[in-house]
Structure formats: structure tokens, C-alpha cells
């Protein structure tokens, strides 16, 4: 099949894949435009917009917007990004927990699973039991592995974002440059994307609650502490994707106590004071049977009073560090997440008190914090998002297009994916 670019038909040359992308974008962005709307929006001529609104109909990555007569057979004059095109399925790796989903290409959530996993278990394990899931999801909806169009998974550690690899992770041993696109590429032909957890969150809280903030933080209080930054619409990686990685910021000690030894191997990070395992080791050393953070959850909801007290200097070191956060990066909105987040207000409270008595009162202001809105669902929201970003930025387009029979009408209704939505 000869590639679109290298095809002429009469005088107008067939649009290239950025031609394509900024067409779909437009849609992407738009309930529903009608060819005038895409004219006026792009600044493209009628013959041009035409020409690139029917190659997209008939890659069926637009579609006629519904709620219009098509009467005396003319053409529906408005047309949606159709966000059923595909599927993307992503997989949201926690320390103890992996949550995978399966997403239309708007990034909503139409079936997920959660499960329990171990991270000393390694890649291939873990990426075994990733890919069980994801083909039990597709199996669930009737959808053939054909119709996935990207992969994307988050893990709790440093990503080299472009090579798509784990660098270095304190806590997930085996994965230091494991080529994991390699590895899904063995079973799927769609592209994979490799994102740090908190970057995944942040996105997806980003652009679904705070579209308009221009400087988001995320800080993810779990088993670890994480933290990442979008600004400017970006997610801002670092010059080698090691942004954000706050919970090792090291922490002055807060009382006599000898100073604690991080999972990374340094002494005295914030993590080793106030991340989840932390919690659940000061607690069994204060003669409180303490399994896991779950359980260290559930003492302080039920107001323990020794868990309260290590909550609070917890909120208090957090605080210290997300103040030196703010001084550097001002944000707007700081978004809290993870499982101690969720659950506890003493360490909320903590953080508060020491982020607005540390920072510059310019920026406090307007400082903004707030617990997730996503909650567990943020990090496979931003994951699908950032896929859908990936996927339909280019060449990706170009493919979808010139896979689809140019010959055809483009009369979309009659071969929709059959993708079931489950509310
Ligand atoms: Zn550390």
C-alpha cells in the first residue's frame, strides 16, 4: 500500500499526518464542528478542510454528530471526534496493588479490575499478569486485539520517558532498562507508552478537573511518596524524567530519634519518616501490630492515638518539602492522592499548616489544596489521555487512515467497533 504522502490525486495533495493530526485535534477538542467551524478554526481552505474531514470519516476517527435530520439524503453537516474508534488498555502499577483498564479514546473508563501484587515478583511476571488482564478485559467486551490502538502502562519508580524504561528504581528490582515496549510488542502491534504513577495522576487530573490551572502539583501519599508537575499543559519530566521525586528529598530530623534509612538506601528521605511503610514501621516499633498501610489506614480512622501522633509529624515533614515545592514552582492547585490521602485528615492538616507558614504568602494566595477528585481512577485516566495525545499527535493518524479501504463510502454506521459501555 503506497503511503498516503506519496499519492496525488488531481491538483490537491493528499494531507500528510500533521495535516491529519490538526484536523483531529480540532475534533478532539470539540463536542462537534460542522466544516465551516474546522474552515474558520484552521484557516484552511473548503476543498482542503473537505478533503481531510473525509479521509478522517473514512478512517472512522470522525464521525457525523448525532441529533440532526439527515433528510432528502444530504449529508450530515456536523461531525465528532468518534472516541470508539479503538480501545486503549492501561494498567496502573502500584506497590501493592495493579488496577488495569479499558478506555475508549477519550479516556473514559468502560471496565477495570484491580488485583494485589508484589513488585519483588519482577518485569516479566508482572507484565504476564498485566497482560492476562488486559486480554480478560478485551474478552469481557467482545473486542478482538485488533482494536487496541495503544498501550500505556504507569510504575511507581523513575521512567526515561522517551525510551519508554524504568531507571534505577528504588523499589522494583529487575526493571532497570527492561525493554517493556519489546515485551508487549511480542503480543501487541499498537504503540506502548511508559509513564512514572504520579506523572499519570497528574495528567489526568490535569486535564479533566483543572483544564485552565496552569501549574498543577501532585504529590501521590501511599506505600511511597511521589510527586509530579504539570505546567504549561506539560508534564514537566526534568532533563532526564527524575522531576518530582520528592518523597527523597532528605528531611530534617524532627526530634532525637536516630535518622531512618530509606528503601533507596540514603538516610533520612522524606519517605523513611512519612511514606506508608514508614507508618507501618513506626507503628510495630510503638507495639502496634501493623501488616500493611491498609491496616495503618484503618487505625487512624478509627482514631488511634499513636497513629494520629505519627500521622501528624508525617503531614508536618510532607509539608516541609511541598513548601520547598511551592517556593520553586508556585503552583495553583496542589492535588493530593494515595491511600493515605484518601483516608485521614490529621496528615492533611499537618501539610496545610506548614505549606502556608513556610511559603512566600505571593505564593499561597491562591494556593489551592485539594484531595483528588479521581481518586484511583487518575492514574488510568491519564495514562489513556496521554495515549490518546501519542496516538493521534502524527504518524499514528496516518496509519489509521491509509489502513482504511479509500474506496469505501465513508458511511461510518455500518461497521462501529462494538465496544460496550458500561455507564
Ligand atoms: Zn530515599
Redesign the pocket.
Known sequence: MPRLSQVRVGTTPLPTAADLAHVLGLFREAEALTRADVMRLSGLSRSTVNQRIDALLTAELVRPAGGQSIARGRPPERFAFNSNRGVLLVADMGATSLRTGLCDLSGKVLAEHEQAIDLTQGPEALLTLIRTAFVELLIDAALEPTSVLGIGLDVPGPVDFARGQVVSP?IMNGWDGFDIRAWFGHHFTCPVLVENDVNAMAWGEHQTIYPDVTELFMLKLGTGIGAGLVTRNRIFRGADGAAGDI??YYASPPDDAPVPQ?????L?????YAGGWALVRDLNEAGIPTANVGEAVQLLRSGDLTAVRLARRSGRIVGEAIAQAVSLFNPRVIVLAGQLAAAEEHLIAGIREVVYQRSLPLATGNLQIRRSELADRAGLIGLALQLADTIFAGPEVELLVAASDSTRPSEYARSQPQVTHSG
Open positions: 528504588p518523597g527523597h530509606c528503601r533507596c538506601g540514603r533520612g528521605c522524606v519517605e523513611a
